[in-house]
């Protein structure tokens, strides 16, 4: 493996590692849900309406996994933190052995 290899897998390694900061600091700092993660339900209740844009959107996907979350959203934050980190490493996968795929087959070419 040359070294650009070993740095880029260190360095998204290292990334899904620390996304789990994603749900401690808002913990931390009060600051309610990871931002981004809101369900149409829950922007309706803030701002008192949902976009057009985001319910459309909203029906055309169900995540496997939502909120990167294994359990539920009761269980305790080191149980989910370590949900993050495995859906980050089975996200990392899954794209690698995709990329690896199309590569193996337009190089044959």
Do not use: C
Request: proline share 5%; charged share 20%.
């Amino acid at each position: 493996m040359g070294s650009f290899n070993k740095k880029l897998w260190i360095g998204l390694l290292v990334l899904a590692l620390l996304s789990p900061l994603g749900i401690i600091l808002p913990k931390i700092f009060h600051a309610g849900k990871p931002w981004g993660e809101w369900s149409t339900e829950e922007v309706a209740k803030e701002k008192g309406y949902t976009p057009k844009g985001m319910q459309k959107d909203a029906r055309l996907y169900k995540a496997p996994a939502a909120d990167y979350n294994l359990g539920n959203e009761n269980d305790s934050l080191w149980k989910r933190s370590g949900s993050y980190i495995l859906s980050g490493i089975v996200g990392l996968s899954v794209i690698s052995l995709i990329t690896y795929g199309v590569l193996k087959i337009t190089h044959r070419r």
